[in-house]
């Protein structure tokens, strides 16, 4: 069973900057696809960002250019660095691990943005 733990969530004004960490459990982390998603109130859970076992990235439109994903196999960390921050990144920030035959999800971290 794979655990995956979120931190580094908070409460920041427009425009500042906050950094991710999704610390995984167990063997499988460089084999996996790591995901970043959100869900904000009233709205269905969203794709941020992700992170291939092969090195590569991608990310949604609306967050493309502000936020870098990164990870450190050796830590088995996933990282989800955030750059100009707007109210509408106001969310609860999942991390998600996703194998040929699993998928996991963390419990979440709350990113607050103030305008």
């Known amino acids: 069973q794979v655990q995956l733990v979120e931190s580094g969530g908070g409460l920041v004004q427009a425009g500042g900057s906050l950094r991710l960490s999704c610390a995984a459990s167990?063997?499988?982390?460089?084999?996996?696809?790591m995901n970043w998603f959100r869900q904000a109130p009233g709205k269905q859970r969203e794709f941020v960002a992700v992170?291939?076992?092969?090195?590569?990235?991608n990310y949604a439109d609306s967050v493309n250019g502000r936020f870098t994903i990164s990870r450190d196999n050796a830590k088995n960390t996933v990282y989800l660095q955030m750059h100009s921050l707007k109210p509408e990144d106001t969310a609860v920030y999942y991390c998600?691990?996703?194998?040929?035959?699993?998928?996991?999800w963390g419990h979440g971290t709350q990113v607050t943005v103030s305008s």
């Open positions: 992170s291939t076992s092969g090195g590569r990235t």
């Open positions: 167990g063997s499988i982390f460089s084999f996996s696809a």
């Open positions: 998600n691990s996703v194998g040929r035959s699993y998928t996991y």
